[in-house]
């Protein structure tokens, strides 16, 4: 079975954002193993350099050294669903069966946690808030491993 391990800069603070989020986290317990590191994100308008730094040395401890490290980025390239059940068929095909996936704070990611990154991906053009990504993100992951057993989901 796959591990997924989530490292989220930001924790969510409404109840709605974490109700969504334990909703696809349950809906995932059949495909994969799950795992979401919260990482205090810092207030960036007094230093957002030093701000990024402090979460960048979080983040980078939290990912799993033996982890395929994939980060969200506005500006990487998009999938489609089926592209997105295609990408992790063929991470888990090549041996990959440990990704990590960074989700940036207000202020995106340090250039080092950018560094470590294998891949980069995108959810779509748009920028949205950590809240948001990480809801969406964990929806089209469900949503990736029912496309690849071929079990019916709504269009």
């Known amino acids: 079975m796959i591990q997924l391990d989530l490292v989220c800069v930001g924790r969510l603070k ?3 954002w974490r109700d969504a989020a334990a909703e696809y986290l349950k809906r995932l317990g059949p495909y994969a193993r799950v795992t979401v590191t919260e ?15 402090a979460e960048s040395a979080d983040v980078l401890r939290a990912i799993p050294s033996s982890a395929h490290v994939v980060v969200l980025d506005v500006e990487a390239p998009a999938r489609t669903s089926e592209g997105l059940a295609a990408w992790l068929d063929s ?3 090549g041996g990959r069966s440990r990704i990590a ?7 995106g990611l340090h250039p ?3 560094a470590r990154a294998d891949e980069r991906l995108s959810l779509g053009p748009l920028t949205l808030p950590h809240q948001l ?3 969406v993100l964990l929806e089209q992951l469900y949503r990736a491993f029912r496309i690849s057993r071929g079990e019916p989901y709504h269009r």
Not at 39 to 53: G, K, N, Y
Not at 101 to 107: D, E, F, H, P, S
């Open 101 to 107: 996936l960074v989700i940036g704070g207000a202020a």
């Open 112 to 114: 080092d946690v950018r």
């Open 133 to 135: 990504a990480r809801v």
């Open 39 to 53: 990482i205090a994100d810092r207030d960036v308008t007094a230093d957002e350099s030093r701000a990024l730094a």
């Open 14 to 16: 409404e109840r709605y």
């Open 91 to 93: 991470l888990a095909l």
